[in-house]
């Protein structure tokens, strides 16, 4: 009932009044039916097919057909009979759509609820969660909470159309009514226990959803290496199993929910006859009213076991609703910064400032530092390399920069003010920042540099392109810089990418340029081209640099090496590169050792 009443709040508070109207035309219907219905008899006496003597309360019902002439009695009546149902069906027809409305309006604000908080949600959000999880609950699980929707609609309807049913029948015959519905709710409460298992089952599904697919994500991403590795078997054998415990599931599902109404259906047979029987021997009923006691009742039946179903079909649904509620909890919890101000790069004049900080990853769980009482300055406008070991730090510091991360102690500073959450999106606004694993989006390369700027001339885009070296063979695909990228057998290699991605970075202007390990993939004499354009950019903004091959730092303005989260040395290429004790010296040794 709780879950109902939760559901209820839900829809309410996206639908609102639209809600009760729709409640309001359902129990107009329902009215109708019953009219349709209490017209039957009239009609049968009319036609005397049957001989009904109707008793005092319908004959006052009816008594104004009494006054119509005999011949013409019958059309009357069954024209409004017609007209009834026709009213009926119009009305049932603008309800459905409205219901539509609502079910997928309510799809789609939760989408876009979802969605709108997990793209603000902070870096570490996205550290701790699997991406696939992400991706299942904006894909599988809100459309689950979807249909949930639909039965939850289906269950008002039906809910609505049995209580002015039953109304209808306790008018008739109260005392019939009472025992039908004695003996109905007799059989709710003993399937109460097949709602429970729904929950279960609902929870079941909603897990080995988010097992399946965050399986294939890793499987399609890994498809190179499964290829490569010869692991198809191992996979298909995994593969086998979750879909069989996905089938296994379903097939449970439609047990269940076939025994209840089953039970639903024999218990509509047993007590018709037994109403018949009842109502005959202890009652004494008249035809009449026994006939549309019959007629509600059999009409009735399948509404009742229909709430049955909905309820069901809720609770299996409601562990995915809440898990989506849940995690929109989670992101909002998260959130990085407050929307809706107009907020302005920020443009670095002096230096951007990291003071005595240590970060440690929340989901490493360790004591570990990732970062250990930093202290660099890296002065605007210039170029700041960071080298050192795997593992020694260097994306968690870039991170911090730029405000993805922060510090668990310390602070960053921007020409001395502190990076908050009042200042972060507008400094990142005027930052660039181009990955080891460049990404594009499957549209036109034109597209993807208008992503950033959308005012770009065409000629701006050509000069960001001549930057990265790109431009010639971006002039040589089929529509050159209409050319959409994975379309068609349209594949880039992970350099020209990597160029591509440079020349956006440079078409936004930006006041800091962060490269993470962003010309790794390019060879020796386009590396070298990008290392003059870099050269051209000092003085005009402030360069940061990863980079594992140190002949690409040569240009650097101050190199900072780290270790274990610490930084060990500070300063100018040549100087540190004499020191052959110092570790920039030992990477040099062995890199070049390596190249020999
Ligand atoms: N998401 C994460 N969760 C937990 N620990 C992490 C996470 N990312 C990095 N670390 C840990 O933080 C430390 C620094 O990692 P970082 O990625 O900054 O190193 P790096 O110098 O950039 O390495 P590489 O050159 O291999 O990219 C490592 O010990 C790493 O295991």
Redesign the pocket.
Known sequence: MSDLIYFLKQIHHYAGKVLYINLFAMMFISLLDGVGILLLIPMISMSGVVEIEANEMLSNVFSFFNNIPSNIGLPVILVIYVLIVVGQNVLQRSITIRNTKIQHGFFRHIRIETYEALLHANWNFF?KNRKSDLINFLTAEIARSSAGTHSFLQFMTSLVFTVIQIGIALWLSSSITMFVLLSGLVLILFNRKFLKKSVELGQKNYTMGREYLAGITDQINGIKDIKSNSLESSRMEWFRKITKGMQDEQIEYTKLKTISQMNYKIASAVLIALFIFIALSAFHAQASQLMLIIVIFSRLWPRVAGIQGSLEQIATILPAFKAVKNFQEECKNSREFQLGKDNKPIHINRKIELEDVFFR????Q?T?Y??NEINIVIPANKMTA?V????????????MLMGLNQPERGRVLLDGIPLSQKNILSFRKSISYVP?EPFLFNISIKENLELVEPNASEEQMWDALEFSSAAEFVRELPNGLDTVIGDRGIRLSGGERQRIVLARAILRKPSMLVL??ATSALDTENEAKIQQALEKLKGKMTIVV?A?RLSTIRNADQVVV?D??SVIQNGEFGRLAKDKQGMLGHLLESQMEASL
């Open positions: 550290i990853y929340e989901s490493s360790s570990v990732a970062l960071f050192g070991r795997s593992g020694a730090g260097k994306s968690t510091i870039i991170d080891q993470d390990e990863i594992h780290l274990k989260g």
